[in-house]
């Protein structure tokens, strides 16, 4: 996975891709669907966890384990989206929406409805 041409972004659609296969892969040989065995709750725990340990990467660890910690959190935010039944672009989507609105107008936004 190392040429150009697969390191950009769609590498996140491609492994949504192969984790929705692994809804139907058997627990014990499959990491991705020993979570979805689990459920929803233990997949949420799993993200918050990857969250905190990629923060903690940020401030106090190198660069290379930061790197580490974020692909394990996009993983998990896939996991999860897979999970609940969101794809990628429904995500994607929401991004344009906000696209050259300002942060603090959105959370305005929010606070009103």
Known sequence: ???PEKMD????LKLFEVL????????????????????INKI???????????AIAAV???NDRLVRESADLLYHLL???SAKGIAPEDVWEELDRRFGTSG????EARKKS
């Open 44 to 54: 949420a725990q799993k993200l918050g966890e990857e969250a905190v340990e990629t």
């Open 20 to 39: 929705k296969e692994r809804k139907l892969a058997d627990p014990e040989t499959s990491y991705t669907a020993r979570l979805y065995a689990k459920g």
């Open 9 to 12: 972004e769609r590498i996140l």
């Open 1 to 3: 996975m190392s040429t």
């Open 104 to 107: 603090v107008a959105v959370k």
């Open 79 to 81: 996991v999860l989206w």
């Open 60 to 62: 106090s660890e190198s």
